[in-house]
T-cell receptor
Framework: EAGVTQSPTHLIKTRGQQATLRCSPISGHTSVYWYQQALGLGLQFLLWYDEGEERNRGNFPPRFSGRQFPNYSSELNVNALELEDSALYLC??????????????FGPGTRLTVL | RKEVEQDPGPFNVPEGATVAFNCTYSNSASQSFFWYRQDCRKEPKLLMSVYSSGNEDGRFTAQLNRASQYISLLIRDSKLSDSATYLCVVILNAGKSTFGDGTTLTVKP
């Protein structure tokens, strides 16, 4: 069974540009979570989608947004990129339904570098 | 005060040693707890869930102490391959998951 997949693996952008990151959950999972992990720091919760709806978001500005598609895949968009947005962006999926109490399985991440 | 706190370490132990990590959380309404393992520049991988009754998986034992608001992870007979960063995760009642910053373990020959 395929795990969580993310694309691209690496992404290099300049300040002010927009970045789009993609995530495909494990088959049968309806919940997708996004996290930011800056170098040397812990994981910071960004967004949670379930059944196509945004259910919760962390303490990030509105320029971090996303969506979940009918096939449960998800996109994370970061507008007006800033240098400090450089980080590993991790997507996780879970069966859904119980909220964040579900066990989450992580994808390999997208490493975003903002120059 | 952080919502979830872990001793960052590093913990440097010889092979075969027993090592324990704690993770404290501030919100008594927290619902679910997990331990993940993260290798350098890789994604976190689920290690085990944590229950009040304790949870054992081979050399690994996880425990939840709701009264004192901490979870623990015990690793017995440490192997070189156990070297990693161990992250605790606390799922809050409000539906947000909070990760600790991780505890780094290095097992040496």
């Amino acid at each position: 069974e395929a795990g969580v997949t993310q694309s691209p693996t690496h992404l290099i952008k300049t300040r002010g540009q927009q970045a789009t990151l993609r995530c495909s959950p494990i088959s049968g999972h309806t919940s997708v979570y996004w996290y930011q992990q800056a170098l040397g720091l812990g994981l910071q919760f960004l967004l949670w989608y379930d059944e196509g709806e945004e259910r919760n978001r962390g303490n990030f500005p509105p320029r971090f947004s996303g969506r979940q598609f009918p096939n449960y895949s998800s996109e994370l968009n970061v507008n007006a990129l800033e240098l400090e947005d450089s980080a590993l962006y991790l997507c996780a999926s879970s069966l859904g339904g119980r909220g964040l109490g579900d066990t989450q399985y992580f994808g390999p991440g997208t490493r975003l570098t903002v120059l | 005060r952080k919502e979830v706190e872990q001793d960052p370490g590093p913990f440097n132990v010889p092979e075969g040693a027993t090592v324990a990590f704690n993770c404290t959380y501030s919100n008594s309404a927290s619902q679910s707890f997990f331990w993940y393992r993260q290798d350098c520049r890789k994604e976190p991988k689920l290690l085990m869930s944590v229950y009040s009754s304790g949870n054992e998986d081979g050399r690994f034992t996880a425990q939840l102490n709701r009264a004192s608001q901490y979870i623990s992870l015990l690793i017995r007979d440490s192997k070189l391959s156990d070297s990693a960063t161990y992250l605790c995760v606390v799922i809050l009642n409000a539906g947000k998951s909070t990760f600790g910053d991780g505890t780094t373990l290095t097992v040496k020959p």
